[in-house]
Structure formats: structure tokens, C-alpha cells
């Protein structure tokens, strides 16, 4: 725990009061705190090496190079990619997930062709699909999932037929924490020819991914749920498929020439990246990757399943409190109800106590209704809580439970 506090000290807005509490941050699935080392490299770019990449020969424009480039080269390491090329940065899972859906799948799918998702998925890998379907007259098809929020694996199985084309799913649930079996998912869709597509967002702040052994066809990555800034994320793709597939937008950079007759597309990765990309965003999150090497994911995992555990059984010492989904294999994230009482009631009333935590219906609002509930509070763990975290938790449960049960 000691060294858990070393850990909250770099994270400078964990250090503030909400009215005369002690700030407890308990939405990291909504986005992580940022370690002062991320902080400081986004200023010392925008201080020293502020200019735009791949185009210039003056120095500041090198440095700019070099620090974006580096960074996917330790996003690629972080994941053991087997070539960085694999790696495309964009905004966040969100649009990694809609340029798969674009440029990979839309050309692809026809009539009678499923794109089979499951019933736990964010709505960033239900729409886009939604949005291929109406497109190309393909239908999306849902994998249910059991009470205890672990993914139906036989009723995969099941849905898993020759007409299947692409598979896409959470690695890890942002409304219940469910870490889904990905590899064996990936496995069994290779083998009726489907292409396979895991969400990453809320995995890879919290455990090892090795893109490799997963063996997946596409992979989207959440900048800011792992120590990054806002607005950067990345697309893994096989290197194969991403040099098969047509860009997805046009201008600056994806292209190596130009001319009104003829243009002619860039190498990948360059050829998803056009126009001047996030390049602070991207030396932050190469920062946030260091860090989290520093501290290896071997104590993050651990750290935050202790406190997934104490967690757990804070709340269900409390008359009222209902826990959604705890899966075997679950992450960090407890979602609960109150008994007669709205989450955003318990909500408001946690904030006073200075508590965060996330209400509503997590952008998972076909996973709401499978559980029959309109929302959910969701406290979310991360390396830099505490134990005392999750004590103020509980007080501030049986304070609303006082006020509003
Ligand atoms: N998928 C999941 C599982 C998520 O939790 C989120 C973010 N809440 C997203 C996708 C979207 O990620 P981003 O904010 O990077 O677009």
C-alpha cells in the first residue's frame, strides 16, 4: 500500500479536494488520471518541439518526427506487435473501430454476410456496425451473455456459422468488468474464415495485451483509459490486411503523390493517417506506455484485483446494494444498484463526500436492458486507489442509503 501512495503522488489531480473531502476517484473506466511524466512531455513538446511531423528538414520538425514515431514504436512494443507498421494512431477506440468498419469491412460485406458482436459491447463497436450494415444490406447478430456477466460461450459457438464475416468484441466490459476469453474467441471465428476485431479500450491500462498471442485480426486502443491524453488511440491491424485495404480519408501524409489524373496512396501506417495527426497526444501516450512498463502490468493486475476483492465485499456488507455482473475473470469495476434508489441520486450524493464514481448506463444500454435496469453506478479501480478508497465509497453508500433508502 506504501507504495501505492508513491504511485497516487504522481498523479497531481488526485490531489485536490471536492468541498472538504479528499478527492476519491473511483471512473477510471471513464478515463484514467494522468501521471505528472505525461504531463510534462505534452508541454515540453509544445515548449521546444512544437512543429509539424514527416515534412520538415529544420530541426524542430525532426524532434517532432522522432518523438511521434518513437511512440509507436513503444505502443508497438507494449503490445508485442510483430511490426510497428501494425500500429495506427487515431483519436481513440471510437474511430478505430469506425475505420475498421469503413475501410476494411464496407468494401467487403454484401447481403447474407453477419457481423456477430455481443451483448456486452460499448456502443463504439455496436453503431459502427450498425452503420456497415445499413451500407451493405449485411445484419448484426448478438452473442448473449449469462447472469453472472461472462460471455454465453455456447451460444457462440452456435452463431458462429460460415456466414459469420467479422467478430468484434470487448476484451474487457466498461460496465461490469468482464474480461472475456479473446483469444479462444479469435481462434474459433479463424476457423469458419471470420476476421476478427477486439475493443481494448478498458484492457490495456489494467493487463497484459499481447496482440500476438490473441492472434486478432484488428485490435482499438483508448489512449486515455491507459495514462494518455484525450483525443489519441491506436489501431493495431495485421500488416496483411492493412496493406490490402483502401485508405479511409483522404489528404496530407497518406499519400505519396498527388496529381488531378492520379494519386497514389502512402505506405502503412502513413496511409490511414491523414492530416496533421495528434502529435502531442501521441509522445503522451508514449510516455504513458514507459510508465506503465515501469510499473509492469504484473502489479497492476494484482493491485487491482485485491481491491476488486475488498471492493466487492464493502458492498455487500451494505443492506441494499446489489452488485451487476461479477464474472470469474473480472477487471477492476464493480457495478452495483441500490435498492430503490436512482444511481444518479446515489451519485450526486457520493460527489459531495468528494467520491467519483460513473452513473447511467455506461454506453451499454443493450447491456442495461439484458439486466432489465434503465442504469448502474459504476465504481471503476485503477493502480493509484486504495483500500481507504473504497472504505469512503462505502460510507457514502450508507450515507445515501440514510438519506434516500
Ligand atoms: N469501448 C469501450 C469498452 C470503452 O469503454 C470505450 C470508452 N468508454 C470506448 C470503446 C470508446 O473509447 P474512446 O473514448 O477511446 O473512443
Redesign the pocket.
Known amino acids: 500500500m506504501k507504495h501505492t501512495q508513491i504511485i497516487a503522488d504522481s498523479f497531481p489531480a488526485l490531489h485536490q479536494t471536492i468541498g472538504d473531502n479528499r478527492l476519491v476517484y473511483l471512473d477510471s473506466?471513464?478515463t484514467t488520471q494522468k501521471p505528472q511524466c505525461v504531463i510534462d512531455a505534452i508541454v515540453a513538446y509544445y515548449e521546444h518541439d512544437n512543429a509539424n511531423i514527416h515534412r520538415g528538414v529544420h530541426t524542430l520538425s525532426q524532434r517532432a518526427t522522432q518523438a511521434y514515431e518513437n511512440a509507436r514504436l513503444q505502443i508497438a512494443n507494449l503490445l508485442h506487435c510483430s511490426r510497428h507498421e501494425e500500429v495506427i494512431f487515431v483519436r481513440?477506440?471510437?474511430?478505430a473501430i469506425n475505420l475498421i468498419a469503413q475501410a476494411y469491412a464496407r468494401p467487403r460485406l454484401g447481403e447474407g454476410d453477419v457481423i456477430l458482436i455481443t451483448e456486452m459491447e460499448?456502443h463504439?463497436?455496436i453503431v459502427p456496425w450498425q452503420l456497415v450494415c445499413e451500407q451493405t444490406g449485411a445484419s448484426l447478430e448478438v452473442v448473449p451473455v449469462c447472469d453472472d456477466g461472462s460471455l454465453d460461450m455456447e451460444a457462440y459457438k452456435s452463431l458462429l456459422t460460415k456466414d459469420v464475416v467479422i467478430v468484434s468484441m470487448?476484451h474487457v466490459?466498461?460496465a461490469i468488468g468482464t474480461i472475456n476469453p479473446v483469444k479462444e474467441i479469435c481462434k474459433l471465428a479463424r476457423e469458419v474464415g471470420a476476421t476478427t476485431v477486439v475493443?481494448g479500450?478498458?484492457a490495456t491500462g489494467h493487463l497484459r495485451v499481447d496482440i500476438s498471442d490473441i492472434d486478432c485480426d484488428f485490435y482499438a486502443i483508448?489512449g486515455?483509459?491507459m495514462f494518455g491524453p484525450t483525443g489519441i488511440?491506436c489501431l493495431f491491424g495485421k500488416y496483411e490486411l492493412l496493406q490490402e485495404m483502401e485508405p479511409w480519408q483522404g489528404g496530407g501524409d497518406m499519400i505519396l503523390s498527388v496529381s488531378f489524373e492520379e494519386t497514389t496512396w502512402n505506405d502503412v501506417p502513413f496511409k490511414f493517417e491523414a492530416g496533421t495527426p495528434n502529435i502531442a497526444g501521441a509522445i503522451g501516450l508514449g510516455v504513458a506506455v514507459s510508465w506503465i512498463q515501469e510499473i509492469g502490468y504484473d502489479k497492476i493486475s494484482k493491485h487491482e484485483q485485491e481491491l476488486l476483492a475488498y471492493g466487492r465485499e464493502v458492498l455487500l456488507a451494505i443492506d441494499g446494494v446489489d452488485i451487476v455482473g461479477a464474472s470469474k475473470h473480472n477487471a477492476g469495476v464493480i457495478a452495483f444498484t441500490l435498492r430503490g434508489v436512482h444511481p444518479h441520486d446515489v451519485g450526486t450524493i457520493l460527489d459531495h463526500a468528494g467520491v467519483a464514481i460513473r452513473t447511467g448506463n455506461h454506453?451499454a444500454e443493450p447491456l442495461m436492458k439484458r439486466f432489465g435496469l434503465a442504469a448502474t453506478c459504476r465504481a471503476s479501480l485503477c493502480i493509484y486507489n486504495t483500500r481507504k478508497d473504497l472504505d469512503c465509497l462505502g460510507v457514502g453508500i450508507k450515507e445515501a442509503m440514510r438519506i434516500l433508502g
Open positions: 473506466a471513464a481513440g477506440a471510437t474511430e460499448h463504439s463497436n470487448a466490459s466498461n475493443d479500450a478498458q483508448s486515455h483509459k488511440g454506453c
